[in-house]
């Protein structure tokens, strides 16, 4: 058989690439697993409970319609109504196998090979990796000193082949959050120039402010243009029942819907009713987890401010931290090798995320709790010494 140039051309999953790194392990301390975004604690009880008498239905293991289950969309339509103080219909939202097919059928139904989509630096890598599995084009956004994207910048990338502008906030790797002012001027840049603004707020309950992520959906017309994707993952900590979710307008849905016929038919089944009973159910854990998740941010920053080894905090905020090391002298790859070699501490490098090699690593600080947050500093703080 003859494999696809395009697809060998590109990178493998840098998640798999950084647990490869586990073989190389020294092994003479606990592992302090950084990598991957994950909950550090299991679901709700209550969605545990409804899964079982889901598996023990019937019905259980159907189809459900494409879109997904009716009573799920109407539920989470009328949350976001809620929390952004507008009007969101069932009819604006799809239901998706994750996030990242949220990500991949938006981009399908908007964009084909040789078109351009901007994507902020530092990148989700899956976004890269499907633009680029696609034949479309990234074109890369640089940040600000705060790693905060400006839509004045934006416009001089734009051209006739652009399709989207995608944001993600808060940012993954980065942590960064863009302020509603500075989303409403993107937004408004993409109404000028005819194209989508797709905004992926799968930790927009991560946030340090409790209040509206935005006001573009109490915007007139908003569906022609913005897009908002959502994960369910760690707002419930279910990432392995793979339940994201498209807000747009009817149009775009639909193109969406035919896409999703042929990649995965619908969500799974499981997975949406743990989502519907975490939405209706779950309100108090869900609020506690919020709050787990921000002492270990403000623990993880409060160590890294004194620059453990000469490792530098340029970002932080959901699950991640953005760290310079201080290895000026070495690619970030080998540094990333080094530490968990010799100090089994796992980190993605921000290759992963960059253009060339910024220097940087994407830290997950989900999984440590405050001893871990003291034992981290203190590898880094030996890291640093031997540079």
């Keep these: 058989m003859r494999l696809r140039e395009v697809t060998r051309q590109q990178v493998d999953s840098p998640m798999g690439e950084a647990y490869s790194l586990l073989a190389q392990r020294g092994g003479a301390r606990d592992l302090l697993d950084l990598a991957q975004a994950a909950p550090p604690y299991p679901p709700a009880p209550e ?13 259980g293991a159907a189809y459900t319609p494409v879109p997904g289950l009716p009573l799920l969309r109407e539920t989470f339509a009328a949350e976001l109504s809620r929390d952004y103080g507008a009007e969101v219909d069932a009819a604006n939202v799809v239901i998706t196998s994750g996030c990242n097919q949220a990500f991949a059928m938006t981009i399908s139904a908007l964009a084909g090979p040789g078109d351009e989509v901007v994507l902020v630096l530092p990148f989700y890598f899956n976004h890269d990796m499907w633009l680029r599995l696609n034949e479309i084009v990234p074109v890369y956004l640089e940040p600000g000193p705060d790693l905060l994207p400006r839509a004045e910048a934006a416009e001089a990338l734009l051209s006739s082949r652009t399709r989207a502008i995608v944001l993600v906030t808060p940012g993954n790797p980065s942590g960064a959050t863009i302020g509603g002012a500075e989303l409403a001027a993107f937004a408004a840049l993409a109404r000028r120039h005819g194209i989508a603004l797709i905004v992926d707020e799968t930790y927009r309950s991560f946030r340090e402010d409790d209040g509206p992520a935005h006001a573009l959906f109490t915007e007139p017309g908003w569906e022609d243009t913005v897009v908002s994707l959502h ?3 760690k707002d419930l900590a279910i990432p392995g029942y793979r339940v994201g979710a498209i807000v747009g307008s009817p149009a775009l849905n639909r193109e969406v819907l035919k896409l999703l016929d042929c990649a995965a038919i619908c969500a799974p089944r ?3 009713e743990a989502v519907l009973t ?12 919020v709050a787990e998740i921000a002492r270990r ?14 490792f530098t905090l340029l970002s932080a905020g959901a699950f991640f931290g953005w760290v310079r090391h201080p290895f000026r002298d070495r690619p970030t790859g080998e540094v990333v090798r080094q530490l968990i ?3 089994d501490t ?17 830290v997950s600080y989900s999984n440590l709790g405050p ?13 640093g010494k031997e540079r």
Excluded: K
Excluded at 47 to 59: G, K, N, Q, T
């Design 47 to 59: 969605v545990a409970e409804r899964l079982a008498r889901v598996a023990a239905d019937p019905h």
């Design 231 to 233: 994960s369910f993952s």
């Design 270 to 272: 499981a997975g949406q």
């Design 278 to 289: 975490g939405l209706t159910s779950a309100g108090a854990w869900r609020r506690e987890r």
């Design 297 to 310: 941010r403000h623990a993880f920053a409060a160590v890294m401010a004194d620059r453990p080894g000469g």
């Design 341 to 343: 070699a010799e100090y």
């Design 346 to 362: 796992l980190v993605i490098p921000g290759t992963a995320f960059w253009p060339g090699d910024p220097g940087t690593v994407r």
């Design 371 to 383: 001893e871990g947050v003291a034992e981290l500093a203190a590898r880094l703080a030996l890291a």
